[in-house]
């Protein structure tokens, strides 16, 4: 046992699937495709993936190594390693960040659950033309009563499996279900690419136009890889913390990396290929993968049926996700504040929930929190953009300052290494987590500023 109380995954393989289930959610299936949709297609998709491997993967070992270290959450763990010092604002910075983000994911996380809901009652499977789906859509999300009921219902069942403990509520959730969407999604993304004009979406994905390129798409890109994997406030750190010593932990972190952005290419495989073939402009935001999905179960054989299990899926997966979203601000009170887990899971329920009202009210219900203070974009949006990238692209720039130059790579390396396991490449990452993420993120958040294209 690590630390009396504290719990501990079961093993490897309960790690890699917990961090995977964090990793792998809307960010992969919704927002991944509408972003890269939004910014062009192939350039941001060959950005995102260079951002995964010379920084996602550092930040995710480097996150680990402090989890693993201090077994703690992020303040107490930046409170540890750097005693008396303001880092420990960085771990509480990575607390309210998981907050906002938790406040508008569970938005679009129930809109998944009215989908879900959508196709057991049959009115999503047999949907065929883009005009009709996108009238669904919109319905849906520009109410004043279902997108607030649906957010309450998804932050109700987040706070019961964070209330339950680490191994006991989370690992059970995932061992089953993340294979089975991987599986899921194969099958969609063979039936999408070859719908008459597929290719062109596959085209669209991967023939990268630079002419495209933009700081816009490339802090874009940056967020998108942050988020996806679940970085830059913590939450690795959290998951780090009940990784046990005996095991691999650079290994277990490179699985869930890759994993994570696979599920994202075959993500981009079933939206772009389907969205060509219908004919629904890549441009559409937030909407885009609600609107396009549902021609694809119209084109599969027992389509009605591979809706239901899709969506729930899909909910499972945000489910995942928003379950390490809470964890970390649970970790937080229950390490720092010495409350009781059940009592933080939920009042930081109930407030989170309060929080996520003006973005669930942004989709067209409240006009002046659907074009924000004169943003030109949702409240949600804005959200989604202060959380998801730039907050947690500075996270994760300080993060590596922190891990780079002031607790040094030899602790984190003596940290990832515990079980005995060496790091290949070690002078990589050193060289990553030193210059190459500081300088590169650090010029991209100088220049937006310069540039003032803040979104
Ligand atoms: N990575 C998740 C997704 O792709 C979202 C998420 C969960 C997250 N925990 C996080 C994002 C922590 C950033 C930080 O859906």
């Known amino acids: 046992m690590a630390t009396a109380g504290r719990g501990q995954w079961s093993g490897k393989a309960g790690f890699i699937l917990a961090a995977a289930g964090s990793a792998i959610g809307l960010g992969n299936i919704w927002r991944f495709p509408y972003t890269a949709g939004e910014n062009g297609g192939g350039a941001f998709v060959l950005v995102y993936l260079l951002f995964v491997l010379v920084i996602g993967i550092p930040v995710v070992l480097s996150e680990l190594s402090i989890g693993r270290f201090t077994k703690l959450n992020p303040v107490g763990a930046f409170k540890k390693l750097a005693p008396g010092t303001n880092w420990k604002w960085l771990g509480g910075l990575g607390v309210l960040t998981g907050f906002g983000i938790l406040a508008f994911y ?82 969609m993304a063979i039936r999408s690419i070859t719908l008459p004009g597929g290719m062109e979406g596959v085209a669209y994905l991967f023939s990268p136009d630079f002419s495209k390129l933009s700081v816009g798409v490339v802090l874009a890109a940056l967020g998108q890889a942050m988020f996806s994997l679940s970085l830059g406030m913590g939450a690795m750190i959290t998951y780090g913390s009940y990784f046990p010593d005996s095991e691999n932990l650079p290994q277990a972190g490179v699985i869930v990396a890759l994993f994570d952005t696979g599920i994202a290419f075959l993500a981009g495989l079933i939206i772009f290929p389907a969205l060509f073939s219908v004919g629904v402009d890549p441009n559409g935001g937030p909407g885009l993968v609600f609107v396009v999905l549902p021609s694809i179960f119209a084109q599969l054989p027992a389509g009605g049926l591979f809706a239901i299990a899709f969506y729930f899926l899909l909910a499972i997966a945000a489910l995942t996700s928003t379950i390490s979203l809470l964890e970390v601000v649970v970790a937080y009170f229950v390490d720092e504040k010495g409350w009781a887990r059940q009592r933080a899971a939920i009042t930081i329920g109930i407030a989170c929930f309060l929080f996520a009202l003006p973005s669930a009210l942004s989709q067209g219900a409240v006009g002046w929190l659907t074009d924000f203070l004169g943003t030109g974009i949702t409240f949600l949006d804005l959200q989604n953009i202060i959380w998801g990238n730039y907050s947690l692209s500075f996270g994760a720039l300080m993060l590596c300052i922190f891990v780079g130059w002031k607790w040094g790579i030899p602790a984190a390396l003596v940290s990832l290494e515990a079980s005995g396991h060496k790091l290949p490449a070690s002078a990589f990452f050193s060289a990553m987590v030193r210059f190459v993420c500081p300088v590169a993120v650090g010029i991209i958040l100088i220049y937006i500023m310069w540039t003032q294209q803040y979104f």
Request: glycine share 10%; hydrophobic share 55%.
């Open 106 to 187: 569970s938005v679009i996380a129930g809109w998944t659950l009215s989908y879900l809901w959508g196709a057991i009652t049959g009115h999503i499977g047999g949907v065929t033309t883009a005009a009709e789906s996108e009238a669904i859509f919109t319905t849906l999300i520009s109410g004043s009563y279902m997108p607030v009921i649906l957010t309450a219902i998804f932050m109700i069942l987040t706070v019961v499996v964070v209330r339950g403990g680490v191994s006991e509520g989370i690992e059970r959730a995932t061992k089953i279900l993340m294979p089975t969407l991987l599986v899921m999604l194969v099958i």
